[in-house]
């Protein structure tokens, strides 16, 4: 699994660099967030929707599960913290493989039915505002995504392996 690190010193900077990752992302791409309550995970998922070129305003989907936003690309926003039963059929993999970008909080909760190449981006706190984004790209595709982001952040590819 290769994975790389980002600092967000603030919301707006993890605002910017979801922003880079949005404009970069295809039809099919899944990005699952994970960290606990208040780390960022809507604030990210804000700056994506900026990069795929949605205007409206994007909030926490915590009591509708999904929702959907019109951009570049269609946006389906899910948040399944409030998810009793996580053994329900959804249909939720219905959006794995559709024509817009899946972002997920609290992915864990549906570990076994997310799609096998996704973005894994996990953020905990550092210092003050500060975060630490790390990312795992589990397949060929998000390994691709992975590297236009880089790019579009204009740093290297600086993967490097972990086991």
């Known amino acids: 699994m290769v994975a790389w690190k980002l600092i967000a010193e603030t919301s707006d900077e993890m605002k910017r660099l979801a922003r ?5 992302l295809q039809a099919g791409d899944c990005v699952a967030l994970y960290g606990g309550l208040g780390i960022g995970k809507t604030t990210f998922t804000q700056g994506l929707a900026q990069g795929l070129g949605i205007t409206k305003p994007v909030n926490s989907p915590t009591f509708t599960l999904v929702k959907e936003y019109q951009g570049r690309l269609p946006l389906y926003h899910m948040d399944l913290y409030r998810l009793e039963d996580p053994t329900e ?13 899946v ?8 570990r076994q ?13 550092a210092q003050g505002e500060r975060r ?3 990312i795992e790209a589990t397949g060929p595709r998000s390994r691709r995504r992975v590297s236009d982001w880089m790019a579009a952040l204009g740093r290297r590819d600086t ?3 972990e086991s």
């Open 113 to 125: 039915w997310l799609p096998e190449d996704r973005l894994d981006v996990s953020m905990a706190r």
């Open 159 to 161: 993967g490097s392996e």
């Open 132 to 134: 630490v984004v790390s």
């Open 89 to 101: 059929e959804l249909g939720l993999e219905e959006y794995w493989d559709g024509d817009g970008v």
């Open 103 to 110: 972002v997920i909080e609290w992915p864990e909760i549906i």
């Open 20 to 24: 880079c990752l949005g404009e970069v």
